[in-house]
């Protein structure tokens, strides 16, 4: 009598869905970022005009991420509490550093309070392609006008933080 009710619950089950199965996965982490203080501008008393640094992005690049990346998102918020305004370039670069975009922001000078400007980059389609080769991430900082003009004892700072948020489709291959 058991044996007969277990039997009757169960229902006829199509074990080739599991080819139908798609997990789509989101990735978000930290790319870039960094907190320059205003004496940082000032080399043997001398103001220094720009400061370039590059990091290198070796995840973006994957073979699983360039195979299944669908979208991807590039976000940066700035922070400027210096009475100077910046312009800040960020070049992506390629493994034979050959630019593949070209991102540039203009920071406002501060006049007392902080300046914050927040700005997402979404990559899909065509452009896509730009991540998935993405290798390095040159940000250039410079210095507007020339007033005031800054010394070793300048207080404030500029500050730069980046994510990136990536959209996965992986689906089953026969």
């Not at 619950?9 to 320059?36: A, R």
Request: negative net charge; contains cysteine; aromatic residues 8%.
């Amino acid at each position: 009598m058991f044996l007969s009710s277990v039997g009757s619950c169960v229902k006829d089950v199509d074990f080739d869905q599991i080819n139908d199965i798609q997990l789509t996965p989101v990735f978000e982490g930290s790319l870039v970022f960094f907190d320059l203080e205003a004496n940082k501008f000032v080399e043997e008393g001398s103001e220094v005009s720009s400061i370039t640094d590059f990091t290198r992005l070796d995840a973006l690049s994957s073979s699983f991420s360039v195979n299944n990346l669908v979208r991807a998102d590039l976000h940066f918020e700035f922070v400027n509490t210096i009475g100077r305004s910046f312009t800040l370039t960020i070049n992506l670069l390629d493994g034979e550093q050959q630019v593949l975009r070209t991102l540039q922001y203009d920071i406002p000078a501060s006049s007392g309070s902080q300046v914050e400007i927040d700005d997402t980059v979404v990559f899909t389609g065509a452009n896509l392609q730009q991540i998935t080769n993405l290798l390095i991430m040159e940000v250039e900082v410079m210095l507007n006008n020339r007033l005031p003009q800054l010394a070793e004892t300048s207080e404030g700072m500029l500050a730069m933080n980046s994510s990136a948020t990536l959209y996965l489709e992986i689906a089953d291959e026969e």
